[in-house]
């Protein structure tokens, strides 16, 4: 009994991480450097499965500085981001690609909004957006033009920011046939999707850019 018992657990716990795999990707720049805040998109060909967890429907982004922080976002399609001016100067949000609209407005290729400076002792002014077509969208501001940041919207669920390392770690993928595709923001012509096939066993996968990212301001 308590044999039959425990073969019944086991087929469970089977069952339940059968056809769920993982894989780690490494990218690297031009010099074989690792390169840090690269999109990694994987597409399955099956369309079962889920991620452990959604992309976020929710970002908040800050001027600060003279910056955007974070300088990437990863969002999945419809996510809505609040922009929070943090400096004591007037900044603006200047949206364009990929065809970001603006709340409460028809869809179009891009927005602007206006976030007045911070005032002393008070709360930082913040406007709010939204993101409804896959791809990247390009952050700047009209008055400073050394301001530069990045949403890239992702209408697959498997979307991994690399880490300082440059490696982007993707779980619960469904086996099988997949594309895997490469993005960052000083990569100006786009790199192939690479085919992969997706097994039960961990997986790893190197890709390599043709450029060398220029170093974010600090």
Known sequence: MLASTLLSLAGLVF??????????????????????????VVVPSAKTGAPPKPLPEQVTIYQEKMRFVPAVSVVGLGAKAQFVNNDPWEHHVRASAAGAAQFNTAAGEGFELRLDGKPEGKPARTADATFTKAGAVLLGCHIHGSMRGHVYVSD?????LTNAEGIAQIEQLPEGAAQIKVWHADQLIDIAPQAHTVTASPGKLTLQLSVVPRRRRI
């Open 156 to 160: 697959s669920p498997w979307a991994v």
């Open 15 to 40: 069952s339940a991480g059968a056809g769920a795999a993982s894989l780690s990707v490494l990218v690297l720049d031009k010099e074989g450097k690792p390169a840090p805040d690269a999109v990694v």
